[in-house]
């Protein structure tokens, strides 16, 4: 696995710890259709929580949030939609959240978490 693919891998395992550590349950991880991939799809039992996860290990290219520009938060809500509909979810509260991790090396791994950021 390439140095980068692990990175990523780390820190969506690390963002799924620190949601579930809140109560949220996680529905999906890495779902795809052919728009695209959901990082993580969870619930806080009010609402479905669809949480883009984006991993740096170092902000040299800014901070790892930075990277969830206006289309692709649009393309996460045309594959929130594909979800919805493989899921038969006909309608419920949606919020769409970033997790930023920022994993330097030697340095304490950081979770910054985004709620209803787009």
Same mark, same amino acid.
């Given at each position: 696995m390439a140095a980068k693919?692990?990175?990523? &891998?780390? $820190? +969506?395992?690390?963002? *799924?710890?620190?949601?579930?550590? =809140?109560?949220?349950?996680?529905?999906?991880?890495?779902?795809?259709? &052919?728009? $695209? +991939?959901?990082?993580? *799809?969870?619930?806080?039992?009010? =609402?479905?929580v669809v949480c883009e996860v984006k991993t740096r290990s170092g902000t040299r290219y800014g901070e790892p949030a930075e990277a969830v520009d206006g289309r692709k938060a649009a393309r996460i809500r045309r594959v929130t939609q594909a979800w919805l509909a493989a899921h038969q979810v006909r309608w419920c509260e949606i919020r769409f959240d970033v997790l930023a991790v920022l994993a330097e090396p030697g340095r304490p791994v950081t979770v910054q978490h985004y709620e209803a950021a787009f």
């Open positions: 693919d692990e990175l990523g &891998r780390r $820190g +969506e395992d690390l963002a *799924v710890e620190y949601l579930t550590q =809140r109560g949220l349950v996680v529905l999906s991880r890495n779902w795809r259709c &052919r728009d $695209g +991939e959901l990082d993580v *799809v969870a619930t806080d039992q009010e =609402r479905l």
